[in-house]
């Protein structure tokens, strides 16, 4: 069965740094894999997404992400955080078996951007 | 605009009381899921469907029943509340089989349930 490692659970940056969160995942075949952001009190939103193609994908809110297979790896990275990307954030891969689209998520990573 | 929309959003329920869960959205999508969130458990599918009148088992479905009577609505009941699903509820939709972007999901903004 398909699964999502997030190894970090809470992390803090000071803002103007840069980010980089981990997410390692486990399946079969090629992935379809996703980053979600979730702010206080919210739903998730989705931040990117790979399906094929360009290792490297672009996202919203200045935010990327690097597929690479060899490390069963989708790391999220910003060069420089702001005070608003304080947030949880979820990895997920795409699980299609059954129908459905369903999602496995990763545990969260909790991001505290310190002023 | 909408989107998908939660009903209730706070609920606090004794040991054993029964309760549903109403989701609905307005983007005409085919597919609907009910996930729960837990501290350092991330989001676990409980149910999801694939359509109208179609209703599948996610990860952790025991405990909760869904119906989906009409393509807009999704419920989740809990028939015998017990202390082990305080949790939030998130109710999410997305475009069906032959989509463009598969795993686009689209959250409502989660229902906080307390079981005492």
């Known amino acids: 069965a398909q699964s999502v490692t997030q190894p970090d659970i809470h992390i803090t940056v000071s803002e103007g740094a840069s980010l980089e969160l981990r997410c390692n995942y486990s399946?079969?075949?090629?992935?379809?894999l996703f980053w979600y952001v979730q702010s206080p009190g919210q739903g998730l939103q989705l931040l990117l997404k790979?399906?094929?193609?360009?290792?490297l994908v672009q996202g919203i809110k200045g935010f990327e992400a690097e597929f690479k297979r060899s490390q069963s790896s989708f790391n999220l990275r910003k060069p420089s955080v702001h005070w608003s990307d304080a947030a949880e954030y979820f990895c997920?891969?795409?699980?299609?078996?059954?129908?459905?689209?369903?999602?496995?998520f990763g545990t969260g990573t909790q991001l505290k951007v310190e002023l | 605009n909408a989107g998908v929309t939660q009903t209730p959003k706070f609920r606090v329920l004794k040991t054993g009381q029964s309760m549903t869960l109403l989701c609905a959205q307005d983007?005409?999508?085919?597919?609907m899921y009910w996930y729960r969130q837990d501290p350092g458990m991330g989001l676990r599918l409980i149910h999801y469907?694939?359509?109208?009148?179609?209703?599948a088992k996610g990860e952790v479905p025991d405990g909760y029943n869904v119906s989906r009577l009409k393509k807009q609505n999704f419920l989740l009941g809990l028939e015998s509340a017990a202390p082990s699903q305080t949790s939030v509820y998130f109710c999410?939709?997305?475009?069906?089989?032959?989509?463009?972007?598969?795993?686009?999901?689209?959250f409502g903004e989660g229902s906080r349930l307390t079981v005492l």
């Open positions: 997920a891969v795409l699980d299609i078996t059954g129908g459905g689209n369903k999602l496995t």
């Open positions: 469907s694939v359509g109208e009148g179609t209703t």
């Open positions: 790979y399906f094929s193609g360009d290792t």
């Open positions: 999410a939709s997305s475009y069906g089989k032959g989509s463009g972007s598969p795993g686009e999901l689209f």
């Open positions: 399946y079969g075949a090629t992935p379809y």
């Open positions: 983007m005409n999508h085919e597919y």
